[in-house]
């Protein structure tokens, strides 16, 4: 009697266990969409379940990877990237890139006038920088200021080596590349409508450790309508668009 009970549940837990693995096989080839429907009750194959979903996301959010042109730029999605990570080469000037340099001085202009109409007025402080004169500056800033890289670029690594950013302010001096510029007219004009002509703030508010610089709120660059107006809450840095490397 007693071996009988022993054999009974050594077949039913036998069976089970086949049973179990047969509906996780069977599962398992199947979409995720339809398991999770049927809310499956063992929790070691929602386990498995849980795995596979989030491989298949780790997948859809892998980071891109800029790639160099001929010119000695990086490219994503047609989009010039430069930052800490990724450099021109030392001979790339704004001339490689002459009709897109050309396009954004267009919607610079349009933008400066139409700002003007509002009763704003700012200029370009600064525009197209060479690798030598990125050099010669950084080099300069280096000598007395420990924090350079936090506001300055190494040569190959500006992007005013590309002649697609602007440094802009408006008379008063002291705002010039200077945080005060978050508190002047020109800036709030600048949040509420740069977007519109093509040009993004690049180095938003509390994304160091992202772009790996401070808060720049005079530092525009143009990167067309496209990607400006989905950006345009000045809040997320191209390297997040992009999902970069
Ligand atoms: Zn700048």
Excluded: C
Aim: net charge negative.
């Amino acid at each position: 009697m007693r071996i009988k009970n022993i054999k009974k549940v050594g077949m039913i837990t036998g069976f089970s266990i086949i049973l179990a693995s047969s509906i996780f096989v069977f599962n398992e080839s199947r979409n995720i969409a339809d398991v999770s429907n049927e809310k499956v009750v063992y929790s070691d194959i929602s386990e498995q379940v849980k795995g596979v979903q989030h491989e298949k996301k780790q997948k859809e959010v892998k980071k891109k990877k800029p790639s160099k042109n001929e010119k000695g730029a990086y490219n994503v999605s047609g989009t010039l990237i430069v930052n800490k990570k990724y450099g021109l080469d030392e001979d790339y000037t704004y001339e490689d890139n002459q009709e897109l340099y050309d396009e954004a001085t267009a919607a610079f202009e349009k933008m400066q006038q139409d700002a003007e109409k509002d009763g704003v007025w700012f200029h370009i402080v600064s525009r197209y920088r060479s690798y030598a004169v990125q050099n010669w500056v950084y080099e300069n800033y280096k000598k007395d200021r420990e924090d350079v890289d936090t506001f300055s670029a190494q040569p190959g690594h500006s992007e005013h080596q590309t002649g697609l950013a602007f440094d802009l302010n408006g008379e008063d001096q002291e705002t010039s590349s200077n945080e005060k510029f978050e508190g002047t007219e020109q800036y709030k004009w600048l949040r509420k409508n740069a977007y519109k002509y093509g040009f993004i703030l690049r180095y938003p508010k509390d994304k160091k450790d992202i772009t790996g610089y401070k808060f720049e709120p005079w530092h525009y660059r143009y990167v067309g309508t496209d990607i400006s107006y989905d950006l345009k809450d000045g809040e997320t840095t191209l390297e997040e668009y992009f999902n970069l490397e």
